[in-house]
């Protein structure tokens, strides 16, 4: 029997509950991790000059993530021949899965949960996928502590959420917020407000901090424009809280769906490719890029660009003066996944990250968000977050230093963490200010498709969803075919 809407309500404030973050609910994430493409041609090749043997496609697809690798499937059921270029050794973009050698159990560190919709549905049972109803927190009760002492927050209880039917009444206002961007004008005024001055003027104290689980990765979450926290903790969510109906793989690898597509696309999947130079005309495109196997030239009448849209990103691909005008204004999040060993610590250790004395008890960032237990006896999850972004090493740092506080408070036992997988996920969350979203960015942003024979698909286009960007690219292949 699915819960009620009010036991769900008070089921987010039990043991799972706050913490449904603390398992890093930047769940939904999507699109592809880190995907710079160098501007600088190997050898200075330039496109244009055939460097490599040549292919050619009906369609080229720029990042192998969530939004790329789905496109390129769907492509080839219009009948289409395509071509998908991954810096990365593997297809799945924010997607990804850790499996221990010792036990052959998995655990997923990026995309952890889907909406339950026939899309989704849909496209992990052509490739054969399983799926199954799944939970969004930790099965276990966390503790609470500041992350900055290592202590634990004394008479710390998570806010009930008794606040979130009055937020699912407000999401139905804005049903166009799940499709996209496609924003009316003017602007509601209260989509511009930043966050917290939306949660007061709508009486929303109670849902914050479960709100600021799910969306893990924003730099600044209460001066973000409302509108993102609209669509990322948007009508899906809300609804799938309500139903329990979150749907992810048995076995907690949701990679799977992205090697079952990557057989699938075989030769058509360019992995550890990066494209160095390229021409976008009227003609079609032209791309020069180096793989494992040297410099290839790839020719297309069309381009998909999958990658995050910021300028140090796109500079192979040579943006004219109106996309870069735009792709400035993006202002990015920072978010990092890993798991971590500790040795001796029970399985059930779980500790969330709360501010002692912080408005709506939020962790001021960099922070580490939470520590919680995997799927993997004896690896815990760890989430960070970070208002910058960061190396690699300093993450790490400071995941580390944030442990071994926690170990000197006595909140967890005392033992040598031991990093066994970690990814960063900046940029992330791409936004842009209330005055731009007012003076239609987005209008502007969504007329580049089709200029230069290309097309652009990913999380700025829609929401960091898997689930969401899957049903937007159905709206973006009718253009892309045509």
Not at 55 to 77: F, H, K, N, P, Q
Request: net charge negative; aromatic share 10%; hydrophobic share 40%.
């Amino acid at each position: 029997m699915r819960p009620t809407r009010r036991q769900a309500i008070r089921t987010l404030a039990g043991t799972g509950a706050a913490a449904a973050a603390a398992g890093g609910l930047g769940v939904f994430a999507s699109g592809t991790a880190q995907a710079a493409q160098s501007a600088h041609a190997a050898s200075g090749t330039a496109a244009g000059h055939g460097a490599g043997p040549v292919i050619e496609r009906d369609v080229c697809v720029i990042g192998g993530g969530s939004s790329g690798t789905y496109t390129a499937v769907r492509l080839a059921d219009f009948g289409k021949s395509v071509v998908v270029v991954e810096h990365k050794d593997r297809l799945g973009g924010h997607c990804e899965t850790y499996t221990d050698q010792a036990t052959g159990l998995s655990t997923d560190i990026g995309v952890v949960v889907f909406h339950d919709l026939p899309i989704v549905r849909d496209y992990f049972g052509r490739f054969g996928v399983p799926v199954v109803t799944a939970s969004v927190g930790s099965p276990v009760q966390p503790v609470y502590a500041d992350f900055r002492t290592g202590a634990r927050v004394p008479g710390y209880t998570p806010p009930v959420p008794t606040a979130l039917e009055a937020y699912f009444g407000i999401l139905q206002r804005y049903p166009y917020l799940a499709a996209g961007y496609d924003l009316p004008h003017p602007v509601p005024a209260e989509l511009l407000q930043p966050w917290g001055e939306f949660v007061v003027a709508n009486g929303l104290d109670s849902l914050v901090q479960l709100v600021s689980q799910f969306a893990q990765g924003f730099a600044d979450l209460m001066q973000t424009p409302a509108l993102y926290i609209l669509k990322y903790f948007g009508l899906n969510v809300v609804e799938d809280i309500f139903a329990g109906s979150f749907l992810s793989t048995p076995d907690h690898d949701n990679s799977a769906l992205y090697e079952a597509a990557t057989a699938y696309l075989g030769s058509n999947a360019l992995l550890n490719t990066t494209v160095v130079a390229a021409e976008r005309g009227k003609g079609g495109v032209e791309l020069l890029a180096v793989g494992p196997d040297g410099p290839v030239t790839i020719r297309a009448e069309k381009l998909v660009i999958t990658v995050p849209p910021l300028p140090h990103l796109l500079a192979a691909f040579g943006p004219d003066a109106t996309e870069l005008g735009l792709f400035s204004r993006f202002r990015q999040g920072n978010y990092y996944t890993g798991l971590v060993k500790l040795p001796g610590a029970p399985d059930s250790t779980a500790v969330q990250n709360i501010g002692a004395n912080t408005q709506y008890n939020l962790p001021p960032l960099p922070a580490l968000y939470a520590v919680t237990p995997s799927s993997v006896p004896g690896i815990f999850d760890v989430k960070f977050g970070s208002d910058r972004p960061l190396s690699d090493v300093q993450v790490r740092t400071a995941i580390l230093e944030s442990l071994n506080r926690l170990q000197a408070a006595g909140t967890i036992p005392a033992t040598k963490p031991v990093f066994v997988d970690y990814s960063s996920h900046t940029p992330y969350e791409l936004t842009v200010s209330a005055r731009d979203i007012a003076g239609g960015f987005y209008s502007r942003l969504y007329a580049l498709q089709g200029r230069r024979n290309t097309y652009w698909n990913g999380a700025a286009f829609q929401a960091h969803d898997s689930s969401l960007i899957w049903q937007y690219t159905e709206t973006l292949l009718p253009q892309i075919v045509g």
